[in-house]
């Protein structure tokens, strides 16, 4: 996730012509927000870009956001509040809900998930297909106050 903190505009009109989307300024703003963010919800990307002081309006942000996921860009992921939060990394890895801070951050073990992964498909039900494995963890810092 650092690397992509230090995107430079041209490197995310790249990205956003690989995924087939038009490098559009709304879609480099909400992209680079993205990059910041990690993971966030359109609610939050707006709010970093400014809230209602923000070049863009709310609905241009979900729009965008939408469209990235769609085209593969982003993932649309599950949280423990009962909200979704779209991720910038779209590939599969685990995440680590902090529930004392309400932080979200990614964490990466291939081997695991692929055994994870292995385990599910054994135990499937017939006809069935899995498409990928999602596990957050929920922790927090038991020196933390609550």
Same mark, same amino acid.
């Given at each position: 996730?650092?690397?992509?903190?230090?995107?430079?505009?041209?490197?995310?009109?790249? /990205?956003?012509? /690989?995924?087939?989307?038009?490098?559009? %300024?709304?879609?480099?703003?909400?992209?680079?927000?993205?990059?910041?963010?990690?993971?966030?919800?359109?609610?939050?990307?707006?709010?970093?870009?400014?809230?209602?002081?923000? %070049?863009?309006?709310?609905?241009?942000?979900?729009?965008?956001?939408?469209?990235?996921?769609?085209?593969?860009?982003?993932?649309? /992921?599950?949280?423990?509040?009962?909200?979704?939060?779209?991720?910038?990394?779209?590939?599969?890895?685990?995440?680590?809900? /902090?529930?004392?801070?309400?932080?979200?951050?990614?964490?990466?073990?291939?081997?695991?998930?692929?055994?994870?992964?292995?385990?599910?498909?054994?135990?499937?039900?017939?006809?069935?297909?899995?498409?990928?494995?999602?596990?957050?963890?929920?922790?927090?810092? %038991?020196?933390?106050?609550?």
């Amino acid at each position: 996730m650092e690397e992509l903190q230090n995107l430079t505009g041209e490197d995310i009109r790249e /990205r956003l012509n /690989r995924h087939g989307l038009k490098a559009t %300024p709304q879609r480099v703003l909400v992209y680079e927000a993205m990059c910041r963010l990690g993971h966030a919800s359109a609610d939050s990307v707006y709010r970093h870009l400014g809230g209602p002081g923000s %070049p863009l309006t709310i609905a241009t942000v979900y729009n965008v956001l939408e469209s990235m996921t769609e085209a593969g860009l982003l993932a649309l /992921r599950p949280s423990f509040r009962g909200k979704m939060f779209f991720d910038v990394n779209a590939d599969s890895h685990f995440h680590i809900y /902090r529930k004392d801070t309400g932080t979200v951050s990614d964490l990466r073990d291939e081997k695991l998930l692929e055994a994870v992964g292995e385990g599910i498909r054994a135990i499937l039900p017939d006809g069935l297909v899995l498409d990928r494995v999602e596990i957050q963890l929920v922790c927090h810092d %038991p020196n933390h106050e609550r």
